[in-house]
């Protein structure tokens, strides 16, 4: 978690996530980006890799975007995670603002 500080400076400092299951939630970027990452990296998480980016202009300040991720744990067990993401302009720097789970395609 070596680049968390540099992670962080793409995300708002709240972001709202959208569950499956209804739920709108807002938390800091912060708590919502660090522990599940600690988690990950507690279950032999080593990294990353944006395989898919579908980017979607709404207007001049908004864009949203589908990730497909493929997840790397030890011994090469690979997953792959996909997620909807809401990106604003503010204050001249682009920065996540919202989240929903999505299924990879």
């Known amino acids: 978690l070596a680049n968390m500080e540099a992670i962080l400076e793409h995300f708002a400092e ?4 959208h569950s499956a299951d209804g739920e709108i939630r807002r938390d800091s970027s912060r708590s919502w980006l660090v522990k599940p990452m600690q988690g990950w990296v507690e279950q032999g ?19 949203s975007f589908f990730a497909m991720w493929r997840d790397y744990y030890g011994k090469e067990v690979t997953e792959l995670s996909c997620g909807w ?6 204050k001249s720097e682009w920065k996540i603002t919202e989240y929903a789970d999505r299924p990879c395609r």
């Open 14 to 17: 709240e972001i709202i996530t």
């Open 45 to 63: 998480w080593l990294n990353s890799e944006l395989t898919s980016l579908d980017v979607q202009p709404i207007n001049q300040t908004t864009v």
């Open 85 to 90: 993401y809401l990106v604003d302009l503010i």
